[in-house]
């Protein structure tokens, strides 16, 4: 989860900054508040699409870009949801 002050723009800012080559778009799914999400915090649900038009990426690869991506949205007081 996210504060609510956080804007996507500030995320896909996070997420380009990591600057990682094979990261073609990363684009907002669905938002989500209230339920069990705490007040003032709202639930992101986004889609990276990772590429590469020279090889087969790895698991071990989009593992790893994937927790940078985690870390840099936990860089603006984002959580993951469990």
Do not use: C, M
């Amino acid at each position: 989860t996210l504060p609510d002050a956080v804007t996507f723009e500030q995320v896909e800012e996070a997420v380009h900054k990591l600057r990682i080559a094979e990261l073609r778009n990363f684009t907002p799914v669905e938002i989500f508040r209230g339920g069990n999400i705490s007040a003032g915090r709202y639930s992101l649900l986004a889609r990276a699409r990772l590429h590469s038009a020279e090889r087969t990426l790895r698991d071990d690869e989009i593992a790893r870009w994937s927790d940078q991506i985690v870390k840099a949205l936990g860089g603006l007081g984002g959580t993951l949801r469990s």
